[in-house]
């Protein structure tokens, strides 16, 4: 079985900051997808990020990218230029390839003030 | 293009009571997932509807159920409510069934039992 674990439950950066949240995951799969989420107080899901586990490219959005390191199934966010509307709860999600369930981490909780 | 819309947004029911919750999903989509999000927790998969079929099921008892109709909108029906039931149910939908199109959330529904 997979699971997904994200070790900091709250984080908190100024605005034009950088932070940087932690995700690790563990599966014995050799393809799969990786993804952030991001879940604001309205509580919609927005797919922030996505990885492929094929690709050694790193995925970036904008301010939004990632360090993927297959071996150490490790997948962080960095968030550049922080912003107040980046305020949300963060979570990493994994799915195998084929399959049809994300598997949530637990989340983060990141707060931007000014 | 319309998103995923989910009905209705709070909902009060007494434990051993039965409840329905319903999703309409984005224009073009014919897939639909759902998932359970516990207080403070990542959402957890329940199941999977592919062209009006259950195509993936996770680790719920079977009282919890679903229907996907024609146009591939959908019901989750949870029957013997029991209090560790509240949480906020979130409907996604995509493309095609095996993780190749991002899913797209809809804003949830809030079930309390009581």
Not at chain 2, 7 to 15: A, E, G, V
Not at chain 2, 23 to 29: L, R
Request: aromatic share 12%.
């Amino acid at each position: 079985a997979q699971t997904v674990t994200q070790s900091q439950p709250e984080m908190s950066v100024q605005e034009a900051e950088t932070v940087t949240l932690s995700c690790t995951y563990d599966t014995s799969e050799n393809n799969y997808y990786l993804f952030w989420y991001k879940q604001p107080p309205s509580r919609q899901m927005i797919l922030v990020i996505r990885q492929e586990a094929y690709k050694q490219q790193n995925a970036t959005e904008n301010r939004f990218s990632v360090n993927f390191q297959k071996a150490a199934k490790s997948f962080s966010l960095k968030i550049s230029d922080s912003q107040l509307g980046d305020t949300a709860m963060y979570f990493c999600a994994f799915m195998k390839q084929g399959g049809t369930a994300l598997i949530f981490g637990k989340g983060t909780t990141l707060s931007v003030s000014s | 293009e319309t998103g995923v819309t989910q009905s209705p947004t709070h909902l009060i029911k007494t434990r051993g009571q039965q409840v329905t919750l319903r999703c309409s999903s984005q224009s073009g989509h014919n897939t639909v997932s759902w998932y359970q999000q516990a207080l403070g927790q990542g959402p957890q998969f329940i199941f999977q509807y592919y062209r009006e079929e259950e195509n993936g099921r996770g680790n719920f008892p079977p009282r919890f159920s679903g229907l996907q109709f024609p146009n591939y909108s959908s019901e989750l029906n949870v029957n013997a409510l029991e209090l560790d039931d509240s949480a906020l149910y979130l409907c996604a939908s995509s493309l095609g069934d095996r993780g190749l199109s991002p899913l797209h959330f809809g804003n949830g529904t809030r079930l309390t039992v009581t």
